[in-house]
């Protein structure tokens, strides 16, 4: 059964530096999404990605955030300049866009820690 | 304003008792989406179900049943017969149809631990 991969599963960085986290969605799949959990609280919504754009961001998003696809199968999440509050589990997920197929499909994570 | 309540924090039981999760949601939307997902101790988060806004039929699938119900805003889940491997925390989450990008508005979940 296809499912959605992330690299990598845990990802250490000093405080300031770019990180960028990746993902195979799965391949027929159109809508992408990216969430954040951080350590013991709900996940929350990122950003989506449709037709190579972005078609909705949270507050989260900032200017600091940036995604791309920059091939047929990738989809990457940059934090451009990291903080300790950027410690989370990070999910991507990816959506069908037929019919009434709304159940995303998350990724297994990559735990970003930044000290 | 929550759009999605789950207000067990963390649930203990014994195994074999069976469990109910509760979720209260949110919505101006007349057509909406509710899901819950499972999230073991290992982390990734496990689709469980989908159900619609105009289908309010209960669901029961092995163990695990759900209950919607509009008139009260509430999609619970019950465990039965709970097994230690349904140890997790158990997130409720919504799409709106008015949500351009379908994005899922989670709650905080609920962790349950089930002791043998």
């Known amino acids: 059964e296809p499912e959605v991969t992330q690299t990598p599963s845990h990802q250490v960085t000093q405080m300031g530096q770019e990180v960028i986290l990746r993902c195979v969605p799965i391949s027929n799949h159109l809508y992408f999404y990216w969430y954040r959990q951080i350590l013991g609280q709900k996940v929350e919504f990122l950003v989506s990605f449709y037709n190579n754009e972005i078609s909705e961001k949270s507050e989260i998003f900032d200017d600091q955030f940036s995604v791309e696809r920059p091939d047929g199968s990738n989809f990457t999440l940059k934090i451009r300049s990291t903080k300790l509050e950027d410690s989370a589990m990070y999910f991507c997920a990816s959506k069908r866009t037929s019919g009434s197929s709304y159940e995303q499909y998350f990724g ?7 000290t | 304003a929550q759009k999605v309540t789950q207000a067990q924090t ?27 997902y499972k999230q073991p101790p290992s982390g990734e988060l496990v689709f469980l179900i989908r159900r619609n806004s105009f289908d ?14 509009k008139s009260t805003s509430s999609f619970n889940f019950t465990i039965t017969a709970s097994q230690v491997v349904d140890s997790a925390v ?27």
């Open chain 1, 108 to 114: 297994p994570g990559t735990r970003l820690t930044v």
């Open chain 2, 10 to 36: 963390e649930i203990s039981v014994v195994e074999k008792e069976d469990v109910t999760l509760d979720c209260v949601y949110e919505t101006r939307d007349t057509t909406y989406y509710l899901f819950w």
């Open chain 2, 56 to 69: 309010e039929q209960n669901e029961i699938s092995g163990r695990y049943s759900w209950n919607f119900q």
């Open chain 2, 90 to 116: 158990y997130f409720c989450a919504l799409v709106e149809s008015g949500a351009g990008s379908y994005q899922l508005t989670f709650g905080k979940g609920t962790k349950l631990s089930v002791i043998p």
